[in-house]
């Protein structure tokens, strides 16, 4: 049986890429032939393409602005405000030159990365994205030190922020992951949410069983290493075996050489004995150490062993003997369990000294570089979020600071202040937490079993305001509204729902869509402002897109925030809800409950634009408040728009907004004016389970947000408009 034909530029992309050898003749897009063209609403009569295509790729330099043209004149690229451009004609047909400098000059060009595990089957892959091409320096992920997320972050190998998100610990990769704008993530962190990563597998014992020590020769230890590794003196080296491990060749030849040490602690490492990092319940490394009574020495005396092996490991594979490429490839084979001991010694090398110790846990005295930045941090992350209990608690934070008392607090405080924080999601609940066991108010006693082991969730503080992560399907619709720092977004409206402080878990659905490995690798073709390669770009190919940003929504406006109880029987911590936001819009209640736990992607800042849209780019536009009449927007086995229901909150049919079955079609929802607007959006995408696409048009055009989630294969984009000074 014949392959069913695809439509749209996906579709034509598809055949000429994955059909070329299967036909006669160059390869075709869709719009030579096979598929007609797809027409946008209100659109006259379908162009039919006059591009010729090339006998090969030709290469695609582009010309900068300030260089020079064959005959002589210098070239500025000035902001297009009409297509065609001042004395081209409509019916002529650019150069590959000349269309780089008109359509593509500026805009962001998405590639997608798909890379094999160490040790892993063809099954297990990681997928990633970069992009290039916008000429500046702002990309899609928060600024690190704004949004208080440093300590979230580990770059493997090497020191400074890492150059591609593959290069992090954690993945996906907290350094490309939270968008800039509030309740978003990147491309690349949408992208890698479809990664295969493969399930953790317990280590083998290898039997290499450590010395017998006591707390004293550990600290005696760690404090020599503070001023690093002696790698030239192989025999002060061997001192690890003459204190601290066996020898297995002992008798026939010392293990001198640094390659055979770094086995032998990987080995001894690899015991089921020591503290497994990489499980969530124990990346708060602080609570093994909290405790310094006689009851906790064995764990105390375990943690510290640990860490005093894994700064051993650490110091040899970072040696300055050992060449940046041989430290890559040794990473590259280390298992996930030993990396993440890694990583603990890196923070303790980094923030921590040891000051005074003994043979017993309350004789140790250390001493933390980072308590006043840390405690700079806190005051300002309070400040931010509106804590009802300010004046307070920043009474407390300055008395505790004077007495040196803030890593006693709780072992989430000691975390927080001392910078033994391992990478990934703690970091968000050791910052609130610290805040909550500061504030002196009764209150926050109930709020002690916020963890970060129920991600979905959020909190009501004295009947004042609601904050919730980031990662909670709740902060990420109401984030327009909101501050998100720390990996939190709040202050936000508090609801009755809950009592006057307590936690509330969220319920909601997985997202219905997911990128395969070929949206991924294919996502440079498939979002390509010129479209598919050809000698010749007609002009009339191509569309500017100017939406008007002064016709905005003024009828839109948030009523209340509720949380509907779910039954539990034998409930342990706390409590789960259903959420859901109603709204006024035009004197009618519309609510949407927030079903499914959809990402938002905040869209690539552009630069010289706005650009041109390829017509194959089809889309269909519509203001904020005409949301509620669109039924399955690009979901499988729907017809976009389409009224097969009663919409929401509504008793009256919809009305159709579009009759088209374009899978890839993208719905362009523009949510100018107050940020209710966007808040309707995205709790509209979350009713329906549709990831989007969010761009600020004073940054990114229309057509580049087109573009990217065609790159991302999402089919819906919303618009805004950031004013200045946060005016709306």
């Known amino acids: 049986m014949a392959?069913?034909?695809?439509?749209?530029?996906?579709?034509?992309?598809?055949?000429?890429?994955?059909?070329?050898?299967?036909?006669?003749?160059?390869?075709?897009?869709?719009?030579?032939?096979?598929?007609?063209?797809?027409?946008?609403?209100?659109?006259?009569?379908?162009?039919?393409?006059?591009?010729r295509r090339p006998r090969r790729p030709p290469p695609r330099d582009a010309k900068g602005k300030g260089k020079e043209q064959p005959n002589g004149h210098v070239y500025e690229q000035t902001p297009l405000s009409e297509w065609p451009p001042s004395g081209i004609s409509s019916e002529e047909e650019l150069t590959l030159g000349r269309a780089m400098e008109l359509i593509s000059r500026g805009v962001p060009a998405h590639k997608g990365h798909k890379r094999p595990i160490a040790h892993a089957s063809d099954r297990y892959y990681g997928l990633y994205a970069t992009t290039a091409g916008n000429h500046g320096d702002e990309n899609d992920a928060a600024n690190q030190h704004d949004a208080m997320t440093q300590l979230m972050t580990l770059r493997v190998q090497g020191s400074g922020p890492p150059t591609f998100p593959w290069e992090t610990l954690e993945q996906p990769s907290l350094a490309f992951g939270n968008g800039s704008r509030p309740g978003t993530i990147t491309l690349n962190s949408w992208v890698s949410r479809s990664s295969a990563f493969p399930p953790l597998i317990a280590l083998r014992?290898?039997?290499?069983?450590?010395?017998?020590?006591?707390?004293?020769?550990?600290?005696?230890?760690?404090?020599?290493?503070?001023?690093?590794?002696?790698?030239?003196?192989?025999?002060?080296?061997?001192?690890?075996?003459?204190?601290?491990?066996?020898?297995?060749?002992?008798?026939?030849?010392?293990?001198?050489?640094?390659?055979?040490?770094?086995?032998?602690?990987?080995?001894?490492?690899?015991?089921?004995?020591?503290?497994?990092?990489?499980?969530?319940?124990?990346?708060?490394?602080?609570?093994?150490?909290?405790?310094?009574?006689?009851?906790?020495?064995?764990?105390?005396?375990?943690?510290?062993?640990?860490?005093?092996?894994?700064?051993?490991?650490?110091?040899?594979?970072?040696s300055r003997l050992h060449q940046a490429v041989a430290k890559e490839r040794l990473m590259g084979q280390i298992p996930p369990k030993i990396q993440w001991n890694l990583a603990l010694a890196r923070r303790w090398r980094d923030y921590v000294r040891v000051e005074e110790y003994g043979k017993t846990a309350d004789e140790v005295r250390l001493r933390y570089k980072l308590r006043k930045r840390q405690t700079k941090m806190l005051k300002r992350f309070a400040q931010m979020m509106k804590w009802p209990n300010l004046a307070e608690t920043l009474e407390e934070l300055k008395r505790r600071e004077a007495d040196a008392t803030l890593v006693s607090v709780s072992s989430h405080a000691m975390a927080f202040f001392s910078g033994l924080v391992l990478p990934g999601p703690t970091f968000p609940f050791l910052m609130m937490n610290s805040l909550i066991d500061i504030d002196p108010d009764k209150a926050t006693d109930d709020l002690a079993l916020l963890t970060h082991l129920h991600p979905q969730c959020g909190f009501q503080y004295r009947n004042s305001y609601t904050y919730w992560t980031s990662t909670c399907i709740v902060g990420k619709v109401i984030g327009p509204t909101c501050l998100e720092v720390a990996g939190w977004v709040g202050p936000a409206r508090p609801t009755a729902d809950l009592e006057r402080s307590q936690i509330a878990r969220i319920r909601s659905r997985k997202p219905r869509q997911r990128l395969e490995p070929e949206d991924v690798t294919s996502m440079n073709e498939r979002s390509d402002p010129l479209g598919p390669a050809a000698e010749v770009f007609p002009v009339k190919e191509y569309e500017l897109l100017t939406p008007n940003a002064e016709d905005m929504i003024h009828s839109v406006r948030?009523?209340?925030?509720?949380?509907?109880?779910?039954?539990?029987?034998?409930?342990?911590?706390?409590?789960?809800?259903?959420?859901?936001?109603?709204?006024?819009?035009?004197?009618e209640s519309w609510p949407f409950r927030l079903a499914y736990d959809v990402s938002f992607i905040n869209a690539?800042?552009?630069?010289?634009?706005?650009?041109?849209?390829?017509?194959?780019?089809?889309?269909?536009?519509?203001?904020?408040?005409?949301?509620?009449?669109?039924?399955?927007?690009?979901?499988?086995?729907?017809?976009?728009?389409?009224?097969?229901?009663?919409?929401?909150?509504?008793?009256?049919?919809?009305?159709?907004?579009?009759?088209?079955?374009?899978?890839?079609?993208?719905?362009?929802?523009?949510?100018?004016?107050?940020?209710?607007?966007?808040?309707?959006?995205?709790?509209?995408?979350?009713?329906?389970?549709?990831?989007?696409?969010?761009?600020?048009?004073?940054?990114?055009?229309?057509?580049c947000a087109i573009r990217e989630a065609y790159a991302a294969a999402l089919t819906v984009v919303i618009l805004v408009e950031d004013q200045p000074g946060g005016a709306e």
């Open 3 to 51: 392959e069913p034909k695809k439509k749209g530029f996906w579709g034509g992309l598809f055949r000429s890429r994955s059909n070329a050898k299967m036909e006669k003749g160059p390869p075709r897009r869709a719009s030579e032939g096979d598929a007609l063209p797809h027409r946008r609403r209100n659109e006259g009569p379908e162009i039919a393409s006059t591009r």
């Open 558 to 587: 948030i009523e209340l925030l509720k949380l509907h109880p779910l039954v539990e029987k034998h409930a342990v911590g706390p409590k789960w809800f259903d959420a859901s936001i109603q709204f006024a819009i035009d004197g």
């Open 205 to 318: 014992d290898p039997g290499m069983v450590p010395r017998e020590v006591d707390l004293s020769q550990i600290f005696d230890r760690l404090k020599d290493l503070e001023a690093g590794l002696d790698d030239d003196n192989e025999d002060l080296l061997y001192r690890l075996y003459k204190r601290f491990l066996r020898d297995p060749d002992k008798v026939f030849s010392l293990h001198k050489r640094m390659e055979q040490q770094i086995t032998d602690l990987v080995m001894c490492l690899s015991s089921p004995d020591w503290i497994d990092l990489t499980n969530p319940k124990n990346q708060v490394v602080t609570k093994f150490i909290y405790d310094t009574g006689p009851t906790n020495h064995d764990q105390y005396h375990k943690f510290f062993y640990q860490l005093l092996l894994s700064l051993e490991l650490e110091l040899r594979i970072n």
């Open 604 to 703: 690539w800042p552009c630069s010289d634009g706005p650009h041109p849209l390829f017509f194959d780019y089809v889309y269909t536009a519509v203001k904020a408040d005409e949301v509620m009449d669109i039924i399955n927007w690009g979901l499988p086995g729907s017809k976009e728009g389409s009224a097969q229901s009663t919409p929401i909150g509504s008793s009256k049919p919809a009305s159709p907004i579009a009759q088209s079955d374009d899978a890839e079609r993208v719905l362009v929802i523009e949510a100018f004016g107050v940020s209710d607007n966007e808040v309707l959006v995205r709790a509209w995408c979350s009713y329906w389970g549709l990831n989007a696409v969010v761009a600020d048009i004073g940054k990114t055009c229309m057509a």
